[in-house]
Every structure is written in structure tokens, then in C-alpha cells.
């Protein structure tokens, strides 16, 4: 519960919740051997307890035909354009300043999409487009519902997600499903979830950042061997293996 990413009051109601729920478990489940970490350097809870079952993901059962993207992008992005997809809650924890930092060093068609809701810090985001007249390469959509949000998936060039700190990642997973390119932070749970199909990043270097956006759009080698292996570990994050292992905990708890 780092300060810069929340609220003092939230941090001292989550803090006591997360104790008194850690206390009363038999096990805890989390969705990351980082979030586990986690757990055991700031909360205190014992390792033997935890049990790592991470998030799963669907595969598509539609793609957009070449059309379908052409059109979706071009109303990102105008023709021509390149799309980077970043999505989750506005806040500071995603890291979103440096993702817009990182627009001085691409070229103008390359436009920054921003899907999600506002959270703790996103007044400064919102200022930042202001201030630096990034109106015409910022795309702030808001909250997008899911129908939308695999169009999105499809239709962009690549998923930027540089946050600071993440407990999984879901994006991450949700784009190597619909056959997008990832740009990912090398911290926290991020290498966990992406493997060996992202590229990743210094999250508090801009310039790393555009250079391995560049990278992930230019590279046609490497867009179509991330694409297919993000698709293969996509595969191995079903939601019924995280049913089986959820039921396994449950079973180990009632076998106490």
C-alpha cells in the first residue's frame, strides 16, 4: 500500500481489513507470487498459507475481419495511424504520465488510447494532456464495456501497460488472447503473467519505453512470433483450471 498510489484514509481501513481477514483465514489465495511476496514482507502472513492460483482468460470466439480492424483503428487513430492501447482505472499506480512522456520520442501517428474510469491521481493525468496539448494524440475513452473492450484488443497496434506496480495484470493476459502485442513494466506481477511473449520495460524511463513501443509496431518478425506465443500462454490461463485449483484449496481447507 504504497503512498503515492492511494488515499491515507483508504490505506488505514484497507490495512485493517487485510489484517483482520489474514488472521481469521486458513489460507489465502492470491493471484501472483509477487502479490504472495507481498503478503509475507508487509502483512506478516506465512508463506505455508498462501496457495497462488492465477486469474484465467477467454479466448475470443469472434475476430474482427481485416475491414472490421481498419475501421476500429482508423477511428482511434485516423488512417495510418498506430494504436497504443493502454487499459485500466486512471491513477497514478498505472504509471499513465510516463506512458504520455513517451509520445515525444514516436512519431505523430501513434496515438496513446486510454480505456478506463478515473481513479486516485488522474487529475494530474487529465492536466498533463491539457498542459503539453497531447489532445490530438490522447484518446481518454472512459469506462468500456467488454464487447467493446475486445474490439479495442483487436483493432490497436499494441497494449502499453507500464505501471509501477500490478498484483496480476489482467490486460496483459486479455491482450495475448485476442493476439496483441504487449509492452509491459518488468516489475511486479507483470513477467509473471507475460512470460516470454512481452517485451518489457523500465517503467520510469520514457524513452525505453518509446523505443520498445517502436520496437513492438515496426519489428514484423517479432510482432508475429509475440502474437503467437501470447496466444499459446493465453491457452494455459483457462477459468476452469482456476476452478479446479480454487476447489482444490477448499478441500485442503475442509480436510483441517
Same mark, same amino acid.
Given at each position: 500500500?504504497?503512498?503515492?498510489?492511494?488515499?491515507?484514509?483508504?490505506?488505514?481501513?484497507?490495512?485493517?481489513?487485510?489484517?483482520?481477514?489474514?488472521?481469521?483465514?486458513?489460507?489465502?489465495?492470491?493471484?501472483?507470487?509477487?502479490?504472495?511476496?507481498?503478503?509475507?514482507?508487509?502483512?506478516?502472513?506465512?508463506?505455508?498459507?498462501?496457495?497462488?492460483?492465477?486469474?484465467?482468460?477467454?479466448?475470443?470466439?469472434?475476430?474482427?475481419?481485416?475491414?472490421?480492424? /481498419?475501421?476500429?483503428?482508423?477511428? #482511434?487513430?485516423?488512417? &495510418? *495511424?498506430?494504436?497504443? @492501447?493502454? !487499459?485500466?482505472?486512471?491513477?497514478? +499506480?498505472?504509471?499513465?504520465?510516463?506512458?504520455?512522456?513517451?509520445?515525444?520520442?514516436?512519431?505523430?501517428?501513434?496515438?496513446?488510447?486510454?480505456?478506463?474510469?478515473?481513479?486516485?491521481?488522474?487529475?494530474?493525468?487529465?492536466?498533463?494532456?491539457?498542459?503539453?496539448?497531447?489532445?490530438?494524440?490522447?484518446?481518454?475513452?472512459?469506462?468500456?464495456?467488454?464487447?467493446?473492450?475486445?474490439?479495442?484488443?483487436?483493432?490497436?497496434?499494441?497494449?502499453?501497460?507500464?505501471?509501477?506496480?500490478?498484483?496480476?495484470?489482467?490486460?496483459?493476459?486479455?491482450?495475448?488472447?485476442?493476439?496483441?502485442?504487449?509492452? /509491459?513494466?518488468?516489475?511486479?506481477? #507483470?513477467?509473471?503473467? &507475460? *512470460?516470454?511473449?512481452? @517485451?518489457? !520495460?523500465?517503467?520510469?524511463?520514457? +524513452?525505453?519505453?518509446?523505443?520498445?513501443?517502436?520496437?513492438?509496431?515496426?519489428?514484423?518478425?517479432?510482432?508475429?512470433?509475440?502474437?503467437?506465443?501470447?496466444?499459446?500462454?493465453?491457452?494455459?490461463?483457462?477459468?476452469?483450471?482456476?476452478?479446479?485449483?480454487?476447489?482444490?484449496?477448499?478441500?485442503?481447507?475442509?480436510?483441517?
Amino acid at each position: 500500500m504504497d503512498a503515492d498510489y492511494s488515499t491515507p484514509e483508504f490505506r488505514r481501513k484497507f490495512s485493517a481489513l487485510l489484517r483482520e481477514a489474514v488472521e481469521r483465514a486458513a489460507r489465502v489465495i492470491t493471484p501472483s507470487e509477487y502479490t504472495a511476496s507481498q503478503l509475507v514482507e508487509r502483512a506478516g502472513v506465512s508463506r505455508e498459507k498462501i496457495r497462488v492460483i492465477p486469474e484465467g482468460v477467454e479466448i475470443p470466439a469472434r475476430v474482427l475481419t481485416p475491414s472490421e480492424r /481498419a475501421a476500429e483503428r482508423g477511428r #482511434l487513430a485516423g488512417r &495510418g *495511424g498506430e494504436v497504443l @492501447l493502454n !487499459v485500466g482505472v486512471l491513477q497514478t +499506480r498505472k504509471n499513465i504520465l510516463n506512458a504520455l512522456r513517451a509520445l515525444e520520442f514516436l512519431p505523430p501517428s501513434y496515438r496513446l488510447v486510454l480505456a478506463g474510469g478515473d481513479g486516485h491521481g488522474s487529475e494530474a493525468i487529465h492536466d498533463f494532456i491539457r498542459k503539453d496539448a497531447l489532445g490530438s494524440r490522447v484518446a481518454v475513452l472512459g469506462h468500456v464495456p467488454p464487447e467493446r473492450l475486445t474490439a479495442l484488443y483487436q483493432a490497436a497496434s499494441v497494449l502499453l501497460f507500464p505501471s509501477f506496480d500490478e498484483g496480476f495484470g489482467l490486460p496483459v493476459l486479455e491482450a495475448m488472447a485476442n493476439g496483441l502485442p504487449v509492452v /509491459a513494466s518488468r516489475v511486479s506481477a #507483470l513477467p509473471e503473467v &507475460g *512470460g516470454d511473449a512481452a @517485451l518489457y !520495460v523500465d517503467p520510469h524511463d520514457p +524513452r525505453d519505453i518509446a523505443e520498445k513501443v517502436a520496437r513492438a509496431v515496426e519489428d514484423a518478425s517479432w510482432r508475429k512470433a509475440a502474437t503467437l506465443r501470447g496466444l499459446e500462454r493465453a491457452r494455459e490461463f483457462t477459468w476452469r483450471r482456476v476452478a479446479e485449483r480454487t476447489l482444490q484449496v477448499y478441500e485442503e481447507v475442509l480436510a483441517l
